[in-house]
């Protein structure tokens, strides 16, 4: 019932931009933290960006502060990663996480989107 599922994801050009979107659905949207992650072969998970339960307080990895932006809109039961300025180094399989501490620890993840910066 509870599903995270992002789309978006493909291939582009250095300098090029995508914009991701994922779909909540099966939960209360707006009780989550909404976080985008990203793994690459060989590398570890890492958290790109962070936003509140309203929208507020997003937060960037440093490697992509000023290229990226997160948001979400609670009536829609969506979050969004706006990529501008993409790097190959981007290039990843991008996972959104639904996350709260506030009653249990509970963390929710879509199945991840492939994200592809080459020329």
């Known amino acids: 019932q509870v599903q995270l599922v992002e789309s978006g994801g493909g291939l582009v050009q250095p300098g090029g931009s995508l914009r991701l979107a994922c779909a909540a659905s099966?939960?209360?949207?707006?009780?989550?933290?909404m976080n985008w992650y990203r793994q690459a072969p060989g590398k570890e998970r890492e958290l790109v960006a962070g936003?509140?339960?309203?929208?507020?307080?997003?937060n960037y990895a440093e490697s992509v502060k000023g290229r990226f932006t997160i948001s979400r809109d609670n009536a829609k039961n969506t979050v969004y990663l706006q990529m501008n300025s993409l790097k190959p180094e981007d290039t990843a399989v991008y996972y959104c996480?639904?996350?709260?501490?506030?009653?249990?620890?509970?963390?929710?993840w879509g199945q991840g989107t492939q994200v592809t910066v080459s020329s």
């Open positions: 936003i509140d339960r309203a929208g507020g307080s997003p």
């Open positions: 099966g939960f209360t949207f707006n009780l989550f933290v």
């Open positions: 996480n639904a996350q709260t501490r506030a009653w249990a620890p509970i963390d929710f």
